[in-house]
């Protein structure tokens, strides 16, 4: 490949990536050279702004028309764009919270936490963009050795080191499975391109064939899973996010997860979608394998929501709740309405703003009392009654109680399952149902903030990095549950994102 | 002012921001914030519905977000249900605010309270000028918030936080049904906005299975909010809330949500028979339930507070009944009323500390404002002659009869007699014969928390002439658009209602009154034959043995099934979840052999399910 054609690409609509990229190396680099006992907070700050110069160039890119350079493997189309936005919203906010954040030994590695944070954000960027297997393999692989070094990146704390350690070998089970699902398919297609491959896969006649095409699907998602944590490969997460660093956790539970959403939405529609199924009637291989997805959903709503249930420690509380919204999730996906991506969305938008505000305020408890027992949350109201209104939205939220986010997110999920022929009652009889469990244990907490006593009052100094964290989130999670056209108008210009496969 | 109702709900929520930021240094001052934050609510609302006496049904509707092809609207409608709500909410809602201010004198979260009474009265007033399901769902979701905060008020009672728990959890499992109702509503007529399902429904577009599926899922919403059997067991629990919260949430407004819910969708439900059968014997069953356990309760909320469930469900039974205009009469007067007594009973709760009716006795000299009032409220939901609720209860029974449900009719009818009977059972222990406790000290309650008492006692007198047979049926033809609406019923209704009332009362005085009364009416009337004598003593002995001990075993009966048949079955389905919450958790043994191996043990399940079935499902 000559210099020549090598610029002829359109670089300009990688931008986003370049800085992110470039911050990162420059990050590494200067956290090298920099003296060993300076603040490396400025280092935070540095990054920051390099996440804010990505979301504005994301959106200076917002109008570009679908771009696919390098072969296809590099795609700039309507769902990169509005997923990329989520996902650099979201470290943006994470990144604040993790220069505020103080464990009790004190955060020795805060140099390290910033550009591995970002290497784990490029990783979730590629796959969002990426039209091509291998492109989107190496962008999963690069989150997720990233992240798991920042789960242990407290190294003098043995639940820390448990928590990487426990990370690092489900990964690797999880990558492997997937790779195999995805040998499967190569076999198939004898192609990476995922064009060409759902070219491939559509002309699939023979049944045995589709069989294998049908493993290979169920290997796929159950190697996936493990990055939303849903049943069956969710085990990991409550011991993972109890150990890690809280902005760590905040990182896995949102972005990382919405990484997630994003290559399985990616992989499976245009692989899948086109894809003939060996059924009575010829149908989508998409279509056909719903149940299965549907089932999974399921069980994810069902364990996450009861298992939380008996959690002392809050930060495996948000764990089993983190699966439980993932069971959320997977209904919009396995209702495959034609609102799907739409509504997921919305939904990935509205859990990113009220599960960063848990955390942040969640972080900032926990530090002082040393401890993430729940019950240091008791009295919260009498101490600082506007950080427990802020924490009593974000709990009202993830409950999905009306008039905040959670709740759009939650009907319009709704409504999907009921939107397409024939409807998913079930599904949706057990969204509605789980959801019930989860008001007891939301509750719990809430009962804890405004009804307890507290066991002194001094007020929780809130820092100013966190206090924009939550007044963002807060602000984020009525805005958009009052008037949620703010968010739909912004997504109408995608046009459900029919540009998939163009 | 019709076009501008909006601004009546936001009055409370700015009094509910304002204290929110400022109440702590505003300590006992709040309470003025509230009051005239809600005054203006009043007057707002009065405005509003004087200008809706004369002019059509004002709505304002705009897009609210849109779900790919389909609108979501919101806005609101001033009809004339919504602008009698308003005045009704509003109004009760002032007369708390005022009463709170003695009541709650000396509380260190004086301004809490008050702030969270704001946000009470801004949801409770957001509800009942919505336009449209989901507007509507998303305030009976806040209005439970509200009442969840203000039960579990006094935090640092165990009861009071369980209490408060309790009714968010009971009253949400309603909420289930409302939801998938609702959604079961968009999804056949696409649209959640009133006017557009009743058109579709009129239309016929909607199957008479769908109608009445989802009208029966919209009325478990109901069930749960309005205290309903089975779901009823939180109202009774949520009286460890302060006194004036019972009166404002749990008599007057929240609770008469569901039947206002019903109300607003009356011609759903006109439209399904078996739907209609079903709030009727749901509201005609829980009447009587709930009145029959009110006989043997000692605690002076208690027993309001199963009278409340009682008359909730003479509402439902109206409705059922086809009774639209009977269901939200007695709901009015109901409010009053109701709010009147657990006001009345704070005052006397606050004068002797306690709440156990068989430590009080003999206040009727020592508290001369309250008792009498007390007094009224209670010959008002006895349905003694001439004051309101003994108009809008007649109202009901006519419903019923003419409706062609006898058995429910003759249910209804012994209701009334025990409503007559254990209220002034209740009067009598509180106010008349001797003080049993110890609190002897007692005063007559502060000007602050009489007025509101008195206002209220008014209207638990008049409010029934809004709609008689006599005078005109003023409510009637505003709520329907038509004139003289009164059904012509058999005048025989209105004398077996006032006969069983009396005979109540009658019963409760022989019983609970009589104690010093009978032996003065024995000792100078002796020239009195001694048959009458014999036969009078045979009434109090017949009424002792059979119909006291009678309702005494039943209403015991049915205290059991709600302790072990209901609540078990609830506590079934709690511990079945907490059991798989408890295996989940065993699971999660922290060996990470373990997590790999739930996965590898998923994908196997999964692939041999793939297998056995060939590929597709």
């Known amino acids: ?502 | 002012m019709m076009e501008n109702a909006w601004i009546i709900p936001l009055f409370p929520l700015v009094s509910f921001f304002i204290l929110l930021v400022v109440g702590k240094r505003m300590k006992e001052a709040s309470a003025y914030v509230g009051m005239a934050a809600t005054l203006l609510s009043f007057i707002g609302a009065v405005a509003v519905f004087a200008e809706r006496l004369n002019e059509p049904t004002y709505q304002v509707k705009q897009v609210w977000f849109t779900i790919g092809n389909m609108n979501i609207t919101a806005g609101f409608e001033i009809n004339p249900l919504n602008a009698l709500m308003l005045v009704v909410v509003s109004l009760v809602s002032f007369l708390v605010h005022m009463y709170s201010k003695g009541y709650m004198h000396g509380d260190e979260r004086f301004s809490v309270f008050y702030a969270y009474l704001g946000l009470f009265t801004f949801a409770m007033l957001g509800l009942v000028i919505s336009a449209n399901l989901l507007q509507t769902y998303i305030f009976w979701e806040l209005v439970g918030l509200g009442s969840f905060l203000l039960i579990g008020f006094y935090f640092y009672k165990e009861e009071a936080k369980a209490a408060a728990k309790k009714a968010f959890i009971m009253t949400r499992i309603g909420d289930v049904g409302l939801l998938i109702g609702m959604i079961l509503l968009f999804w056949q007529t696409g649209s959640f906005q009133y006017d557009d399902i009743f058109a579709a429904v009129k239309a016929g577009s909607v199957s008479e299975t769908m109608i009445t599926l989802s009208a029966i899922l919209i009325f478990i919403g109901a069930v749960g909010k309005s205290g309903q059997f089975p779901l009823h067991t939180w109202l009774p629990d949520a009286m460890e809330g302060p006194t004036p919260v019972s009166a404002l949430i749990h008599a007057a407004t929240m609770v008469a949500a569901g039947v206002y819910l019903v109300a607003s969708l009356f011609p759903l439900y006109e439209a399904s028979e078996p739907a209609m059968l079903t709030v009727a014997v749901v509201g005609g069953f829980t009447a009587i339930f709930a009145a029959s356990i009110g006989l043997v309760q000692t605690d002076i909320k208690r027993v309001l507070a199963y009278s409340t469930v009682s008359q909730l469900g003479y509402m439902m039974l109206a409705l059922g009944s086809g009774g639209y205009v009977a269901g939200i009469f007695h709901l009015t007067t109901h409010a009053f009323f109701k709010a009147l007594l657990f006001l009345a009973a704070g005052s006397v709760i606050h004068a002797v500390h306690t709440q156990d009716i068989e430590k009080m006795g003999g206040l009727w000299r020592k508290m001369p404002l309250t008792a009498p009032l007390f007094l009224i409220g209670t010959l008002a939901i006895s349905g003694v002659p001439l004051l309101s609720g003994f108009f809008s209860k007649d109202e009901i029974l006519v419903a019923a009869w003419t409706n062609g449900h006898v058995i429910l009719f003759w249910l209804a009818v012994v209701a009334a007699f025990f409503t007559a009977f254990y209220m002034f059972r209740l009067f009598f222990l509180v106010f008349g014969g001797d003080m049993r406790g110890d609190a002897h000290d007692v005063h007559e309650s502060p000007t602050v928390m009489t007025m509101p008492m008195i206002v209220l006692g008014v209207l638990a007198v008049v409010a029934g002439y809004i709609n008689t047979p006599w005078f005109g049926t003023f409510l009637g033809d505003f709520l329907t658009g038509e004139t003289n609406v009164h059904e012509e019923a058999p005048a025989w209704i209105m004398v077996v209602a006032t006969a069983v009332s009396l005979a109540g009362i009658f019963l409760a005085w022989l019983m609970y009154g009589k104690k010093s009364l009978s032996r003065d009416w024995l000792s100078s009337r002796a020239p009195l034959t001694y048959n009458v004598l014999f036969n009078k003593y045979y009434v109090d002995e017949f009424y002792t043995i059979t119909v006291g001990y009678a309702t005494k075993v039943l209403s015991l009966f049915l205290q059991y099934v709600d302790r072990f048949i209901v609540e078990g079955l609830a506590g079934l389905i709690a511990s079945l979840t907490k059991a798989i919450g408890t295996l989940g958790s065993r699971w999660q043994n922290g060996q990470v052999q373990m997590y790999g191996a739930a996965m590898f043990i998923g994908l196997t399940i999964l692939v041999v399910i793939l297998a056995f079935t060939g590929g597709y499902l």
């Open chain 1, 1 to 502: 490949m000559s210099w020549d054609t090598l610029m002829q690409y359109k670089w300009g609509v990688m931008t986003p990536e370049f800085i992110v990229l470039g911050v990162a190396t420059a990050l590494s680099l200067i956290d090298l050279l920099m003296p060993n006992e300076k603040s490396r907070r400025p280092l935070g700050l540095f990054a920051i702004a390099g996440v804010i110069v990505a979301i504005v160039s994301l959106i200076g890119l917002l109008s570009v028309d679908t771009t696919s350079i390098l072969y296809d493997t590099f795609r700039l189309d309507a769902f990169g764009k509005a997923f990329k936005l989520l996902l650099l919203t979201g470290a943006a906010l994470v990144l604040l919270l993790a220069m505020d954040y103080q464990p009790k030994e004190g955060m020795k590695y805060q140099g390290e936490f910033y550009y591995l944070f970002l290497t784990a954000l490029l990783g979730a960027m590629i796959m969002t963009s990426s039209g091509d297997l291998i492109t989107l393999f190496v962008g999963l692989e690069l989150l997720s050795i990233s992240s798991y070094i920042l789960a242990g990146l407290r190294k003098a704390h043995r639940l820390s080191n448990e928590s990487a350690l426990k990370y690092v070998i489900n990964g690797g089970i999880s990558t492997a499975i997937t790779l195999f699902g995805m040998s499967y398919v190569f076999g198939l297609t004898g192609s990476t391109n995922l064009k060409q491959m759902a070219v491939q896969l559509s002309m699939l006649q023979d049944s045995g064939h589709q069989y294998v095409l049908a493993l290979a699907f169920l290997m796929l998602f159950v190697g996936l899973s493990f990055k939303l944590a849903s049943v069956p490969f969710h085990m990991w997460a409550p011991d993972v996010y109890q150990g890690a660093p809280t902005p760590a956790t905040a990182f896995l539970s949102v972005v990382s997860k919405t990484a997630g959403f994003v290559i399985v939405l990616r992989l499976f529609i245009t692989l899948f979608a086109a894809a003939l199924s060996q059924g009575k009637e010829p149908s989508s291989m998409l279509l056909s394998m719903q149940d299965y997805i549907a089932f999974l959903a399921g069980a994810t709503m069902i364990i996450g929501n009861t298992v939380a249930l008996k959690q002392r420690n809050v930060k495996r509380l948000f764990a089993y709740s983190s699966i439980a919204h993932a069971g959320y999730l997977l209904v919009g996906f396995a209702a495959m309405s034609w609102v799907m991506i739409d509504s997921m969305w919305f939904y990935l938008a509205a859990y990113l703003l009220m599960n960063l505000g848990a955390f942040a305020i969640l972080q900032i408890v926990t530090d002082e009392a040393g401890s993430e027992d729940i019950s240091q949350f008791a009295g919260l109201y009498r101490r600082q009654p506007l950080l427990a209104v802020m924490m009593g939205i974000f709990v009202l939220s993830l409950a999905g109680i009306p008039g905040t986010a959670g709740f759009i997110g939650k009907v319009h999920i709704f409504l999907g399952a009921f939107a397409t022929e024939p409807a998913h009652y079930v599904l949706a009889a057990i969204m509605i149902a789980t959801t019930i469990v989860s008001y007891v244990y939301y509750f719990g907490l809430f009962t804890q903030i405004f009804f307890r006593p507290a066991a002194h009052h001094e007020p929780v100094k809130v820092p100013l990095g966190v206090t924009i964290v939550i007044v963002v989130c807060a602000l984020g999670t009525i805005a958009f549950g009052i008037m949620p056209s703010l968010a739909y108008n912004f997504l109408d210009q995608f046009q459900h994102f029919g540009d998939f496969l163009r």
